[in-house]
Every structure is written in structure tokens, then in C-alpha cells.
């Protein structure tokens, strides 16, 4: 599949963005330099005949991801909560992607939750409403349960989604192999490997199964957390793809006139929104990576309520002490001991200038601090920053490639509440409960605890292992055995056999 089907593919998506309007929407939004907006125009245009027409009564950006399909919609969910970087006018537009898109059929939708559940869903449930929400992977219908009249949110997935949504990452893996070929310098940045890290996360949301296990642990470690809340899942009315949840009714967090109008504090929830995000990574190294307005709602209570549990991230204890080590230099202004976090971590290759390269975070960071965080361009700050790794060497990290991206989201959400919001000024009581407990002496005691806990366990074997690895050392070693001189004699004959085989073929053939 990654030839000529995905030169196509590609051809369509230019001639998609061209026929829609869209090409021109997104030069401007990314600031496009003035040649390359003539140079794109120019190119795509004899094309654009090939490209799909889309939805006419969508915007002209959302036309034309919503015609291109489910890969590329995603992709405009997370630029959607960035107006500083694609600009507002675009980032409305996008925001129609979170659940607005055009919804299947109830009949489909029900024909499905009866093939899935195996009973009629008359019997299952006494209501069961039109769409309310309809994304790039499901869409959801409020019903009411039958035997206990909860209502509650089924998630039904688009039929054909995974095979859709394969034929997209496919060509993303042409692009990644094209853009690796043509520009080495890219290949640090490890493209191929990006696209791999996604479309394993994006596929594990095509089995809401596992979104189900995701939501239950969620919820789980998050009971505690003040001011938010997790629906609780149904189990008997799940499966591979359908997915039940509590009903979560609340105010959609992406409207800010009605959070206005209900009386909440929107400068409360966009410090809440980050503050939960970091603590859910780093306490629990287990957080909600698809955290955009579509997915978050507030109650009338004033909680959070968070849904949509498709793609969750993961990261290990060494990697969140690392990661907290490096907000946490960045708030202390200390970038010295953020760029030997870097080297430490592996992060940067050992060969480069540790000074320099503190040098040069001082750059990133010093600007924000003791200014107003409206008058910060994340699009300028995200350039210097891909230019401080190319100049020292850093390679993409596929492990913090859905923390980094979810934080994008996440601080985007926020400003989109409070405009002036200091992401480092909120992030800074988290960061620092998390340092106090986990680096230093008290987490140093409690790492040797747990190893002394790991060597309990295997303290039986212990005596076992150790008399087999000093019996292994004072065994010699076998005798080499020495060629068998027969070997070139054979391989003469071999030889001389193959030539006459080969006289006799070609005198004959």
C-alpha cells in the first residue's frame, strides 16, 4: 500500500486544501512566508480539480479535513485549541471538529449496539435519543437504561472507522518516509517513528474495550481529586464497539457565554484544568491525553467533568521525575540544572556543551517569566525551541510525544478560559509537592525500600543463582574446535561442479 496509492493520496490532500479554500486559511493562520504562500497556490491549483468538495455549508478549513477523514480530523482537534498559534478565526473553525461532525444513523447506530451486545435494544434501554455529539471516531446518543432508568451515554463507533483510518496512517508513513529521504536533517526528529507511536495509541481508540479499562482506572485514581469527576462505566452494556458511561450533564467548557451565564469562574477552571492535567501525569503517571473543550464539561456544582477516554497516556516513574525536574528548573529560572537533567536523562548527546546549552534554555525560558502571558507567541516560542534542538542534537523522545502534544492541548484549553493565564505561576504548587516527594532523601529511602522488597523476593533463588554463576566462572572453557581441512577441498569441488554445470547449460540452452 505505500507507493503509488499514497503518492495519490497525498496529490488529493494539496488538491483538497486548494478546492475547499483551505489552502489559503492555513498559509495565513501559520504565517506563511509570502513566496511559499505563491509557490503552494501555484502548485496545488492545476490539481485541484482531484480534490474532494466536502461539506459546502462547513467553514472552508473544516470542509476540507472532514472530506480528507478521520487522521487528519484528529489533527485538527489539537491545532483547534491553539489561537495563538493558527490564529482565532481558524481555531473557531476547528473547533467544530471536537463533536459537531455529521452524525450516521440511528438505525446504524442501533443495528450495531445489537450486533455488538446480542439483545434488541428495545430491551436494553426505554429511550434512546438522536446523536448529541458526533466526532472523528463515534458518536454518542443519550438513553435511558430499562432495568434501572439511569441515563446514561452510549458511544457508538462510525462504521467502517478502522479501515478509513488505516488508509490515512498509511499514507502518513509514505509522507514520514518521503520527508526522511529528502531532508536528513528531519531524520533525527524520527518521523517514521512518530507516526508509528500515534497510530498504535489511535488504534487502541478503535477498541472501546480497552477505552472502557482506561476510564475505570481513571476514575479510580482520581476520586480524590477535588473539583472533578469521572462517569462511571457500565460494563453489561459494553463492548468492542460500544461503549456506556454515566450521563454527564454539565455546561461544554469550549462555551464561554455559558459558563458565564451559569455563574462559574472561568479564571478557576482554566488554573484547574492544568493543575489536574499535571497532577494526573506526574502523581499518577496516567493522564487523559485528549483533553480539548469537546471532551470536558462543567458541572453545576462548578466540577470538571471529563469523558472521552480513547487515548490515554502512560509514562514511568524515571521519566515523570525527569520530566518534573525540568518544569521545575524552568520555574526556578535554574537552566543550568535543566540542561544536566537533559544530559543526565540521555536527552542530549554527551559530546555537546552543557554551558551552551543552558545558554540557550535561559533564551526559552527567561522571556516568559515577569510577563503578561497574552503578549507570549507559543508559535515563535516553539520555533526557537525546534532550532535549540537541532543545534544540540536532540532526538524526538516517542515516549513524551503524547505528554508534550496533551500539554499543548491543555494549556491552549486554559488560556481559551483565561487569556492572561501564567502557565508557570500555576504549574509551580505541583510541580513542587511532586519534587518534595519523590526527589531527595525521602524518595531515595523509598526507592531502596522497594529494591530491598525485589531482592526479598528473589531471596530464594539467591543462593542458587550465586553458586551457578561461580560454577560458570571456574568451568573452562570448551575447546575450540579447529576447521576440518577437508572444508577447502569441498568447496573446490563445489566450485568446479557449478562451472561444468553451467558449460553444459549454456551449450545447450
Not at 467533568?305 to 525527569?322: Q, S
Given at each position: ?55 459546502p ?9 472532514t ?7 484528529k ?12 490564529g482565532?478565526e ?34 436494553l ?72 507511536h500515534f497510530?498504535?495509541?489511535v ?60 455563574g462559574?469562574d ?7 484544568v ?9 502523581r499518577?503517571g ?22 472521552d ?95 508534550q ?56 533463588k ?12 571456574s568451568?573452562?572453557?570448551p ?23 553451467g ?7
Amino acid at each position: 500500500m505505500r507507493g503509488p496509492h499514497n503518492i495519490w493520496r497525498l496529490i488529493r490532500t494539496g488538491a483538497t486544501l486548494e478546492r475547499t479554500g483551505a489552502m489559503r486559511v492555513v498559509l495565513v493562520a501559520f504565517n506563511a512566508p509570502p513566496l511559499l504562500r505563491v509557490v503552494a497556490r501555484v502548485v496545488a491549483w492545476p490539481f485541484a480539480w482531484l480534490g474532494h468538495r466536502g461539506d459546502p455549508s462547513l467553514p472552508s478549513a473544516t470542509r476540507a479535513l472532514t472530506a480528507l477523514g478521520p487522521a487528519y480530523i484528529k489533527f485538527g482537534q489539537i491545532l483547534s485549541t491553539r489561537p495563538d498559534v493558527v490564529g482565532d478565526e481558524l481555531a473557531v473553525q476547528l473547533r467544530v471538529l471536537q463533536d459537531k461532525l455529521p452524525p450516521f444513523s440511528i438505525d446504524t447506530a442501533r443495528a450495531m449496539i445489537e450486533s455488538e451486545l446480542e439483545q434488541p435494544v428495545d430491551t436494553l434501554f426505554s429511550e434512546f435519543s438522536a446523536p448529541v455529539a458526533a466526532a472523528s471516531i463515534a458518536q454518542v446518543h443519550r438513553v435511558r437504561v430499562a432495568a434501572t432508568g439511569q441515563d446514561v451515554a452510549v458511544k457508538v463507533l462510525r462504521p467502517g472507522i478502522e479501515r478509513a483510518f488505516r488508509k490515512d496512517i498509511d499514507a502518513f508513513y509514505f509522507a514520514a518516509a518521503v520527508i526522511e529521504a529528502l531532508s536528513p536533517a528531519s531524520r533525527r526528529l524520527r518521523p517514521t517513528d512518530v507516526v508509528a507511536h500515534f497510530e498504535g495509541v489511535v488504534l487502541g481508540e478503535l477498541d472501546l474495550r480497552l477505552e472502557s479499562s482506561s476510564a475505570s482506572e481513571f476514575a479510580a485514581n482520581t476520586h480524590r481529586d477535588k473539583g472533578f469527576h469521572v462517569p462511571a462505566v457500565n460494563w453489561a452494556l459494553s463492548a468492542r464497539r460500544v461503549m456506556t458511561l454515566g450521563w454527564a450533564d454539565g455546561v461544554p467548557l469550549g462555551d464561554n457565554d455559558a459558563i458565564d451565564a451559569a455563574g462559574h469562574d472561568r479564571r478557576v477552571l482554566g488554573e484547574r484544568v492544568l493543575q489536574l492535567f499535571l497532577n494526573h501525569a506526574l502523581r499518577d503517571g496516567f493522564f487523559h491525553a485528549d483533553m480539548h473543550q469537546g471532551n470536558l464539561k462543567v458541572g453545576a456544582n462548578g466540577d470538571i467533568l471529563c469523558y472521552d477516554f480513547g487515548i490515554m497516556g502512560r509514562i514511568d516513574e524515571y521519566t515523570r521525575r525527569v520530566y518534573a525536574e525540568i518544569l521545575f528548573g524552568f520555574i526556578r529560572k535554574d537552566y543550568r540544572r535543566v540542561a544536566e537533567v537533559h544530559f543526565e536523562a540521555g536527552y542530549v548527546p554527551h559530546d555537546r556543551d552543557i554551558d551552551e546549552f543552558a545558554r540557550a534554555l535561559r533564551a526559552v525560558g527567561d522571556p516568559i517569566f515577569g510577563m503578561d502571558a497574552s503578549h507570549i507567541s507559543m508559535g515563535r516560542l516553539l520555533s526557537y525551541l525546534f532550532e535549540v534542538t537541532e543545534r544540540f542534537g536532540m532526538e524526538t523522545r516517542t515516549e513524551l510525544i503524547l505528554l508534550q502534544r496533551t500539554m499543548v492541548v491543555v494549556e491552549g484549553v486554559a488560556r481559551s478560559l483565561n487569556p492572561q493565564i501564567n502557565i508557570w505561576e500555576v504549574a509551580r504548587p505541583i510541580v513542587e509537592d511532586y519534587i518534595k516527594e519523590n526527589v531527595g532523601p525521602k524518595a531515595f529511602l523509598r526507592d531502596i525500600g522497594l529494591t530491598m522488597r525485589v531482592l526479598a523476593r528473589f531471596g530464594p533463588k539467591l543462593p542458587q543463582m550465586a553458586e551457578q554463576a561461580l560454577l560458570n566462572r571456574s568451568d573452562p572453557p570448551p575447546p575450540r574446535r579447529r576447521p576440518s581441512r577437508l572444508w577447502p577441498v569441498v568447496w573446490m569441488l563445489f566450485g568446479a561442479a557449478s562451472v561444468a554445470v553451467g558449460m553444459v547449460l549454456g551449450k545447450y540452452l
